[in-house]
């Protein structure tokens, strides 16, 4: 009892300041996130992988997705009006190739986001696989607005060696539909695309956002198709409503600098 009393004095006798200090802040909070520690797929709206233990990025469970001729969208999440990103967004998540994938790259979209609330062509991005590297595509009904070269092919580049690799992509909208928006690409931290003048949408979806995410979509061009058993699993994936704690130019690191001060008075 003695010495509980005298630790209480001696703590009154302090007042106790806590200082975070964090190198850069953005207001930037995460919409979505999945680990699939939940044992489910119950976050996706469209689900046609599964939950499996084998060799997870992080935790217990990674997602498992058939990449099968004959399939369109894999996995989709609907964010929603209210929801989705309003002029920027961050994306993050880890993907690895099966070791017994057969569809060498075209068709392939390793990610793709659609700015209607349904499932239809209205404004459109996604990132295609082709045999030289990887188109970023900007696309609405009536044709392309930007579709840059990637300096990126996959394949060959080291996403197809049995690991997992980080994907992670940024972007803001462009205005008025000038030719002044911002995407940037990163493959496992390295900047492997830059644009300043991306043009996200035009004309009639001058204004609107992204509120359908898919990872992957589509399979195989006639060709290269995608055959049974070809499978990618993903894992840990984000969806944020800008650049956390970044200036969008550099992928977001965890918090740095953080002190705890404590100031005796
Ligand atoms: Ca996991």
């Not at 119950?42 to 499996?52: D, F, I, L, P, R």
């Not at 972007?171 to 931290?189: C, E, F, H, M, P």
């Not at 204004?207 to 198709?225: C, E, V």
Request: one cysteine or more.
């Amino acid at each position: 009892m003695k010495r509980g009393i005298s630790y209480f004095g001696r703590i009154a006798q302090w007042s106790i300041a806590l200082t975070l200090i964090v190198s850069s802040s953005h207001a930037s909070s995460i919409l979505f996130l999945d680990g699939f520690e939940s044992g489910k797929t119950s976050k996706w709206s469209v689900a046609t992988g599964y939950v499996t233990t084998l060799n997870p990025r992080s935790g217990a469970y990674c997602i498992a997705v058939p990449y099968e001729d004959g399939q369109t969208h894999m996995m989709r999440i609907d964010l929603g009006v209210g929801i989705a990103p309003t002029n920027e967004f961050f994306i993050r998540f880890w993907v690895k190739i099966g070791a017994n994938y057969h569809a060498p790259y075209l068709g392939w979209k390793w990610i793709r986001l659609k700015h209607g609330q349904v499932d239809g062509i209205q404004a459109e991005f996604f990132c295609n696989s082709e045999s030289w590297g990887t188109q970023v595509v900007s696309y609405q009904t009536g044709g392309f607005h930007d579709n840059p070269s990637l300096n990126w092919n996959w394949y060959t580049g080291g996403m197809a060696d049995g690991n997992w690799h980080k994907v992670e992509v940024f972007g803001k909208y462009n205005t008025d539909s000038q030719a002044n928006g911002i995407l940037r690409v990163w493959g496992d931290g390295n900047l492997k695309f830059e644009s300043t003048s991306f043009v996200w949408r035009t004309d009639t979806w001058a204004n609107d956002t992204f509120k359908l995410f898919y990872l992957p979509s589509n399979a195989g061009d006639g060709t290269h198709r995608a055959q049974s058993g070809d499978i990618i699993y993903y894992d840990d994936i984000e969806i944020w409503d800008g650049m956390p704690f970044a200036d969008g130019k550099n992928p977001p690191k965890p918090p740095s600098g953080l002190k705890l001060i404590i100031t005796p008075q």
